[in-house]
Structure formats: C-alpha cells, structure tokens
C-alpha cells in the first residue's frame, strides 16, 4: 500500500489502528522497563497540576493588562515546558483511560484563564461593543467606536471618564476622553459569524459580567473543541493526541484569558476536517462556519481536498464553504452602508504583510533574501504547498495536509500574535506532528517579546523551522530506512 502523505510514527500515532498495534509500552526506550500505568497516571496528574500552578501565576501575576509583560514571558515559559513533561508522561497511559484524563485536565487548564481581567490584549472589549452595537440595530460595519453618532451606547467600562484615562490598556478618543477599544477610529473587521457570536453573548451575559461574559464563552469553545477532537480520535487514532490541545498554555491564555474569537474558528474546522473525508458537502459546510468566523481557517481548503481525483469531490466541499460564507455576509451587506470588510486592509498594512520590511513579517525569508522578494517568495512557495497537498495527499487523513499548509504559512509569514495559532495547535492534536507546536510557540514568543527583545521573534521561528525539518527527517527514516531523509510530501511504498 501506498501512503500519500507522511504519518505520523510515535506513541500519539492518529492512523486508524496505531492505538491498538502500538501501545503504550513500546513507545518506552529500549532496554528500559516500561512504566506502571498507574505510576504513568499519577506523574502526568501532578505534572498537570503543576501546569496549572504556573498557568494561575502567569494570568494572575499583575494587574490586568500589560503591554510589556516581562513576569509573564517566564512564567508562560514554565507552563509550556510542563506541558511538555505532562504530554510525554501521558503517554504511558492506556488510551482507554488517557480520554478521561484529557478532558478533566483541560477543563481545568481552560478554568485557569478564567481568574483575572484579560492580559496581554484588548480586543475582547471590541467583541463587546460590536455585540452592544449589533443589540441596538445598527451595523457594526458602519461606525467606528470613536464616532459620536454611537455616543448613546457609551458606558464607563468601555469609555472610562477622563480622569481615568492614560493608562496602557486605554486608547485616546478625539474628543480628549479614552476607551478600552483598541483602533477606536476604525471600522471593525470580524467576519459575519463571529459578530452573530458577539451578538450572543451580549444577548445572554449579565449586564454586569463585562469581559468575564466572552472569557466563560471562550472557555466552553475550547473545552468542546477538546470533546471534537476526543471523539475523532477515538475512531480513527489516539485519543492522548488530544492533550496537545487540550493542555497547550495557549489556549488558557489566548482563547480563555484574552478571549480571542479565533477559538470560534477552531471547533467547526476541528469538526469539518473529521467530517469532509466521508462526507464532503457537511465538511464543506462546516468548514464555511470555520471560514466565516475567522478567515485563518480558509487555510484548510487545500487539506479538505486532499487527494480529491473527482470534480464533483472537490466541487462539493468548495460550493458548500463558500455557499456558507456568503449566506452569513449577506445579511450584513443589505443593511450595512460601509464595507464588511472594514479595517482589514488597513491591518494587513499596519502589520506590515504587505511591506515585508515592516513590523518582523516573513523573517527566515528574510534571512537569505532581499526584502523586496519576501513576499513573491512566500507566495511561490505557498502555491507549491497547496498544490502538492491537493495532489499527493492522504484523503482520509484531510488534518495532515492542513497542518502542512497551515504551518508553511506560519514559517513564512512570522505572525506576531499568539492567538492565530490556535488553529496550528488543534491540526497538532489532530495529527500528532508535535514538532509544529514550535511553530506556535514561537508565535506567543514574537508577541510577549516584541516591545523587550524584538529580536526574539527571528530567532524563535528559526529554532521553530529546524524542529519542523528535524522531524520531517526522522520521519521519513522510519519510512525508508536505506534513506537518510524521506520525502517531504511524496509517498512511499
């Protein structure tokens, strides 16, 4: 039998039947008597409760915001290298008790960002003003925050008095007062399924629950997104891989704590890539949900269709997206008089995706190109990905050729938030390629770094890289031995 893509060869091995060739016990080294399941079960529970020790001081630590947060960077450190420990420890226990055990550990790791006002971003308090905007019928398209015709709406969270302005989570207004929303002058830019989930909350918090509303919805996107991803590797891998999500500092943090929509795109890609391998049309509509949410999981197009030989397949999946998309604008493009796209061109611009001199975009690029070829370089390459993931893909496997296009994107454009790599981390727990969660922390790295040392974002995403082109190396070893390196998207017999 021929493999069209790489699989994944370790104790967390996702291909339908590696839990029951490979058990636990030979993943341990040779040699080395494999442990006790139950001695395995008590070092990954203290090992989580360590991690969650270090996840309440980093969210704890300070008082809210913090724009240069130099406690949390090390205190972050911690909780990833115990996350480490904790996913190692996992898997000496058997899978038929590793899916109780990741599912409690992640809602308590999810619960840890629940203990203090959001730390190292703002943009929670826009989702709250769209939601407010959105309740009293009027387009969150049209207006920006800072427009006076939207005063009526203004309350002292969102718009403190001016004696409480000037502090680092607050913005200028033109009127001389501030407000919590960040680019208060500028027109929304969150696609239509996450303004209805905006509108929700709204509609269900508590008047006075405030961000707490949007951090509680965060986590039960993330808490879910852990079950999805349980029950699809329970038919067709390991349920341990799961903890890769679950337990991963950034979603405490990015999803939980600083409330990132990016989660409400998570859950329905997670769902639509178990889906669209044996049913197109469903994959294809959920993936629309994904899509609509945050555009980042348009990224999972090329994996969706992985391997796909006929039109009607691939015509299916991409129909059914699209029809989804376009069905959640439609509405807000009948009764918005500005354009739903808002500020996103002005974001791509600010930061610097179209300068690639600008703002630590396309950094290995840079490394061995002229600035000016960085972005032609990273469109070539992204085109040769996609096309040899389309090509030579595994079509039951949609996940791995989603991470491979979702991660070359990541190496190639050096993002300098956290929060988009939520994504990258869920393909993770679906794959079980560990070596790409370099990837995404590199991202947090570039982001709590960026004001202190910005020249830790280079250096991270290039250790990130070797980690990918490391296991990609001893992948394709195990699957030719006679080989020193396998191919990198080609199959082998």
């Not at 389309?390 to 496997?397: A, K, L, V």
């Amino acid at each position: 039998m021929t493999h069209r893509f790489p699989h994944h060869a370790g104790a967390l091995d996702p291909r339908p039947g590696a839990a029951a060739s490979r058990p636990p016990e030979a993943a341990a080294a040779p040699g080395r008597r494999p442990r006790r399941p139950r001695t395995a079960t008590a070092t990954t529970a203290v090992l989580l409760a360590a991690l969650t020790a270090a996840l309440l001081l980093a969210v704890g630590a300070g008082s809210g915001y913090d724009p240069n947060p130099r406690g949390l960077y090390w205190c972050y450190t911690l909780s990833w290298a115990l996350f480490a420990a904790a996913v190692v420890a996992l898997r000496g226990v058997p899978a038929r008790r590793a899916a109780a055990l990741v599912l409690a550990g992640g809602v308590v790791v999810a619960a840890t960002g629940l203990i203090a006002a959001p730390r190292t971003s703002t943009d929670s308090y826009r989702y709250a003003w769209d939601g407010r905007v959105q309740a009293a019928g009027i387009s969150p398209y049209d207006h920006a925050p800072a427009d006076p015709a939207l005063a009526g709406l203004r309350d002292s969270w969102l718009f403190p008095p001016p004696g409480a302005c000037g502090k680092p989570d607050l913005s200028p207004l033109p009127d001389d007062g501030c407000t919590r929303i960040n680019r208060p002058q500028v027109h929304t830019i969150y696609p239509p399924a996450s303004e209805l989930y905006f509108l929700l909350v709204h509609a269900v918090a508590p008047a006075h629950a405030r961000h707490k509303a949007f951090q509680v919805g965060g986590a039960v996107l993330a808490v879910a997104t852990t079950v999805a991803l349980l029950l699809i590797l329970r038919r067709s891998g390991d349920p341990r891989a799961a903890a890769y999500w679950a337990w991963c500092p950034a979603v405490p943090m990015d999803a939980v704590n600083n409330a990132h929509v990016d989660v409400l795109g998570v859950l329905p890609a997670v769902v639509a890539l178990g889906l669209t391998y044996r049913h197109r049309v469903a994959g294809g509509t959920v993936l629309g949900l994904a899509v609509a949410a945050k555009l980042l999981p348009a990224l999972l197009l090329p994996g969706a269709l992985s391997g796909v030989r006929r039109v009607r397949d691939a015509a299916g999946t991409v129909a059914a997206a699209a029809a989804v998309v376009a069905a959640l604008y439609l509405p807000y493009l009948l009764v918005s008089h500005s354009s739903v796209l808002g500020y996103l061109g002005g974001y791509a611009h600010e930061e610097g995706y179209q300068d690639a001199g600008g703002n630590n975009r396309y950094v290995l690029l840079r490394l061995v190109l002229p600035d000016s070829w960085a972005l032609p370089a990273a469109v070539v390459a992204m085109a040769a990905v996609v096309v040899q993931v389309i090509r030579r893909g595994d079509p039951e496997r949609p996940w791995s050729g989603a991470l491979v296009v979702t991660g070359t994107a990541f190496l190639l454009l050096t993002p300098g938030y956290s929060w988009y790599a939520l994504l990258l981390v869920a393909l993770v727990a679906l794959d079980g390629r560990w070596e790409w969660l370099g990837t995404a922390a590199a991202g947090a790295v570039a982001c709590l770094s960026r004001d202190t040392y910005p020249s830790a974002a280079t250096g991270a995403y290039a250790i990130a890289a070797v980690a990918v082109l490391a296991g990609l190396a001893v992948r394709g070893r195990e699957r030719n031995p006679g080989r020193r390196i396998g191919p990198l998207l080609a199959g082998s017999s």
